[in-house]
């Protein structure tokens, strides 16, 4: 097969304005970024509260973070997208439906359920990683917090947490690489994120090999990028003897 590329078809019009096909990319990956950086301050705010509920004395507790770490982690996340977008809506009350369905506008509805559901389905995973670091310190750090007359939530706050994350850097950065990638999924409600634009880019330059290579290319140097970046997190926060620096 003989293929002839061309790669200044980005920077030709595509008929919609003065915008050309690279305007459309740098809209995606804006989409896609806004996606996954406000859906991962819920995964990690919610996944660490539930990853202390998971290792609390309190059974109730447990059971709770159990329980939604269960439901989460075992539904498909397409599954859970077209819930938050076709079905809670109309669950709401009536004032909130019309505002969600009506008042806004279409693509700030899909974000907003896309950011929900891929918020609430990584704060399960988050809630696993937190829970087995802390399970990986040493019991007698807890002892002894509770000996210098520490509570309950201060040991967590002031002595396990702090030392948790630390040691979880690595699958923590696995689950943010992630939640980028699984950004993927708004296109299916219409929100024109990085995958949405590169279709489109697709079907109306008719450069179906030009459109998905520059996605893919996207898709690598961002998620190198961030995993450059935990990593160099990682070394500057590492608690010696609880983690690996590459041997070190």
Known sequence: MQYSWNWGVFFDSTG????IYLDWYVSGL?????IALSAWVIALLLGSLLGVLRTVPQRGLRAIGTAYVELFRNVPLLVQLFIWYFLIPDL????LQTWFKQ????????????????????????????RTGIESLPKGQANAAKAMGFRTAQIYASVLLPQAFRVIIPPLTSE???IFKNSSVASLIGL??????????????????????????????????LMLLMRLIEKKVAVPGLISLGGK
């Open 16 to 19: 919609v304005g003065d915008e």
């Open 30 to 34: 804006g989409w896609t970024i806004a």
């Open 92 to 95: 709401l009350p009536e004032g």
């Open 103 to 130: 008042d806004l506008n279409p693509t700030t509805s899909a974000f907003i359920s896309v950011m929900i559901c891929l918020g609430l389905f990584t704060a399960a995973r988050v809630c696993e990683q937190v």
């Open 192 to 225: 024109m994120e990085l995958l949405a634009q590169t279709k489109q880019t697709a079907e109306f330059s008719a450069r179906l090999f030009e459109a998905f290579t520059l996605a893919t290319l996207i898709y690598f140097t961002l998620n190198m990028s």
């Open 176 to 178: 943010f690489l992630n």
